[in-house]
């Protein structure tokens, strides 16, 4: 019970005055200061990384497949665009260097200009793996390449998502044309089908026309069995002819020559008696009349000459001879004729049907040559059946894009990435902790003549050269102990004994002006440059108060510089903070100087302070 007592005496010296109350209540709000102000500034940086600006370049050249063209780069911006993980931003290669140079994007994401042309070889025989380069540098923050390397997953999701689109046009594209192919081998099979069957009608006709032919031919042979008949039964004829012949005609030779002989002899007379009559008068009727019998007479006698001539060239043999060649012949040639005939009328439907099986024969052939056109396009876009070959495009195709990472100015390793952060953090509590033991000036020399600056300047000097001393300390231990090796030592040791110069002197202002009041300001301070410098996370993806308060916070251009220094980077932009820097810590001295010309003046409540450490 007497320790509560006692508790309760200490809390009452707390009653009054009110800034003794404020104080009780600041030392009450210092775990929700350390605990809610860094939670609040960090408790969801991922799901603000839209408010991160990184840089997108596309330099992807369309490629062309099939008279198609094919912009994949462009899908996959689309698919950025519709996805806004971060703050994209759309600009030339250029732009996005000069952007990263200047800390305006943290990283980038660059398109090559082969994009295209490499994801639509996927849908040939020698697939190739795209790829796409994001642009990393440490001098802008360490913790935004592990962030970008956390959704890295999802970056490759939406490369994969406009790889495999334009994967899907490339082989819908070769699958309408295997698809056209294909019917084109239909029609080609369907017109070697029409073929088939008009040479199959044609072979039928060709088949009916060579059946004819075959009864035509027996027809003639027909003819030619009747011709042998014919023959026999005119022999049979000629024979009995031939018989008579031998016995009339010896007679009928005998008698016809005397005709022929009384003929002429009567001829003369009458061509005698002409010649008398006509002496006495020529131009009467009677010899008129003469003249005709005599011509009449002529003419009979060249009949009964010719007549008689001829029968006395016969014979029985040439009768009968002559009489068999005419009779079979004539008889020969009708029934031949008829069987021509019908021969040629087979011929001809044969000769049709020839023809009609030769245009089967070239719509067949037109056909299949079409048909193995068609396939042969079709087996030409089908993927290969070489195992090697497959197993490289199985490869490719389960991960089309390579996604390539590259840092400008690497920090390496996790503690060299935060090394500016914390190293702000150290240099800051050491300004805090210097002044708890450290006066913030002379008291004798304040109310001496010294003037204002040498006593402010005095003041905070001890603990300037301390913090130079421990600043050292700290950059040694952690490059030789820990193996920081900056790329600028020099610059890098430089931002130190400025950050630490330049925290004393605000520690050392603030603790002079508000005296105890002022280390409660300093942890104060220190909770929102924690949570507003962007030493860990983008400042972009904390709270808007906090973005507010980031160029105000002298832990903002510690953590800046020292990133340049240490991982690499422009820089200017080392130079610029460091002038931030010098500038913070002129306009303090400044500050300490016109505190000191007031505390000169000497008061109540400075003889007896509302609070004391």
């Not at 802008?140 to 939406?158: A, C, F, P, R, W």
């Not at 105000?552 to 460091?578: C, E, K, N, Q």
């Not at 010098?582 to 000169?600: E, G, P, Y």
């Amino acid at each position: 019970m007497k320790a509560f007592g006692l508790a309760l005496i200490e809390l009452r010296r707390f009653s009054k005055p009110v800034l003794r109350k404020l104080a009780l209540g600041m030392i009450v709000l210092v775990p929700l200061l350390y605990g809610s102000l860094y939670l609040w500034s960090n408790w969801d940086p991922y799901g603000n990384l839209d408010q991160v600006p990184v840089a997108v370049v596309n330099e992807d050249q369309p490629s062309t497949v099939d008279g198609k063209s094919l912009a994949a780069g462009d899908e996959f911006v689309a698919q950025l665009k519709g996805t806004p993980i971060f703050d994209w931003n759309f600009v030339s290669a250029t732009e996005a260097r000069e952007g990263m140079d200047d800390g305006r994007y943290y990283f980038s994401i660059v398109v090559p200009n082969d994009f295209s042309a490499k994801l639509s070889s996927l849908a040939g025989t020698n697939p190739e793996r795209a790829s796409i380069s994001i642009n990393l540098d440490d001098a802008n923050g360490y913790i935004i390449g592990m962030m970008s390397e956390t959704v890295k997953s999802e970056l490759q999701n939406q490369i994969n998502t406009a790889a495999y689109t334009t994967f899907a046009k490339t082989m819908f594209g070769s699958l309408g044309e295997l698809h056209t192919g294909l019917s084109d081998a239909a029609d080609g099979a369907e017109q070697l089908a029409d073929g088939a069957a008009a040479a199959d009608d044609g072979a039928k006709q060709l088949s009916t026309g060579l059946g004819r032919l075959q009864t035509g031919s027996a027809q003639v042979a027909s003819g030619a069995h009747q011709v042998a008949d014919g023959v026999t039964q005119i022999n049979v004829v000629i024979q009995t002819v031939a018989d008579f012949a031998t016995d009339a005609l010896p007679g009928l030779q005998d008698s016809l020559s005397s005709a022929a002989e009384v003929s002429e002899t009567f001829d003369g007379d009458i061509d005698r008696v002409v010649t008398l009559a006509c002496d006495d008068d020529p131009d009467g009727k009677i010899c008129a009349d003469l003249k005709a019998l005599a011509k009449r007479a002529d003419n009979v006698n060249g009949t009964v000459q010719g007549a008689n001539k001829t029968v006395q060239n016969l014979s029985v043999d040439k009768i009968t001879d002559g009489a068999e060649k005419v009779a079979a012949l004539d008889k020969g040639a009708k029934d031949v004729a008829t069987g021509a005939d019908q021969v040629a009328s087979g011929v001809s439907d044969a000769k049709t049907g020839a023809d009609q099986l030769a245009t089967g024969t070239e719509k067949l052939k037109s056909g299949a040559a079409e048909l193995a056109t068609g396939l042969d396009s079709a087996v030409a876009k089908l993927p290969s059946d070489d195992p090697a070959q497959n197993a490289q495009a199985a490869d490719v195709l389960g991960s089309p894009v390579g996604v390539n990472t590259t840092n400008e100015h690497p920090a390496g390793v996790y503690g060299r990435g935060l090394a500016p952060f914390f190293f702000g953090i150290a240099l800051w509590v050491f300004g805090l902790v210097a002044f708890l033991l450290l006066r913030t000036f002379n008291a004798r020399a304040l109310a001496g003549k010294v003037n204002a600056f040498t006593v402010a300047l005095g003041g905070w000097l001890p603990a300037g050269l301390l913090g130079v001393v421990g600043a050292l300390v700290l950059y040694v231990v952690v490059d030789v102990g820990l193996g920081l090796e900056p790329v600028n030592v020099l610059g890098t040791i430089g931002m130190c004994l400025l950050g630490v110069l330049t925290f004393s002197a605000i520690a050392h202002w603030l603790r002079m002006a508000f005296d105890a009041v002022g280390d409660v300001l300093i942890l104060v301070l220190l909770m929102l440059q924690l949570t507003a410098c962007g030493g860990l996370y983008p400042i972009e993806t904390a709270p808007a108060f906090f973005r507010a308060l980031h160029p105000f916070m002298p832990m903002t251009y510690l953590v800046d510089g020292l990133r340049v220094t240490i991982s690499g980077g422009v820089g200017a932009h080392a130079v610029r903070d460091a002038v931030v820097l010098a500038a913070i810590f002129a306009a303090t001295v400044a500050a300490s100087t016109l505190t000191a010309m007031f505390q000169r003046r000497w008061s109540m409540g400075r003889m007896k302070p509302a609070i004391e450490l």
